[in-house]
């Protein structure tokens, strides 16, 4: 399941969401993103997170898909926040289902990997001194070289 969203989204209720009705579920990873309160030595106050609809949903779809191809899996849950997010709200959560644990874990780091190189969102940082855009990060895309 992916969705993309601006409201705040309920994170009991997805896992229930995730084993509902499949008692061969064993295990379930899930990964909760949130707005930090700092960036680059600045204290931050929001972050804003603008997309392209189409685009992005097509994008987490092929990381699902491929997450779905890799792993035994049963379920999995993209959600995706976009707008203006304060400090401490939640900005993602990604989870995998499955009846053993280990594919459950690594489907869910593969996930939250993938996400933050391949889906296009653009990132807005509201900083005590500035606004800037964020660039992507070094350590993000080696991060998802190794699922390669």
């Not at 399941?1 to 409201?7: L, N, P, S, W």
């Not at 392209?52 to 379920?75: F, S, V």
């Not at 959600?79 to 900005?91: E, K, T, V, Y």
């Amino acid at each position: 399941m992916i969705r993309v969203q601006r409201e705040d989204f309920d994170v009991g209720r997805e896992i229930a969401l995730l084993h509902e009705n499949n008692a061969a579920i064993g295990g379930i990873c899930t990964f909760v993103g949130l707005v930090r309160d700092f960036a680059d030595g600045d204290t931050l106050a929001a972050m804003t997170l603008e997309h392209y609809p189409a685009m992005t949903e097509k994008a987490l779809g092929d990381i699902e898909a491929e997450a779905l191809a890799r792993w035994p899996l049963d379920a999995t849950v993209i959600i995706h926040r976009h707008g203006r997010l304060r400090a401490g709200d939640r900005i993602v959560l990604v989870g995998a289902a499955s009846a053993h644990r280990e594919a459950a874990f690594e489907a869910c780091h593969f996930l939250i990997d993938w996400l933050k190189t391949k889906a296009p969102f653009w990132k807005l940082e509201e900083g005590a001194r500035e606004r800037r855009w964020v660039a992507a990060k070094v350590e993000d895309t080696a991060a998802a070289k190794k699922w390669e």
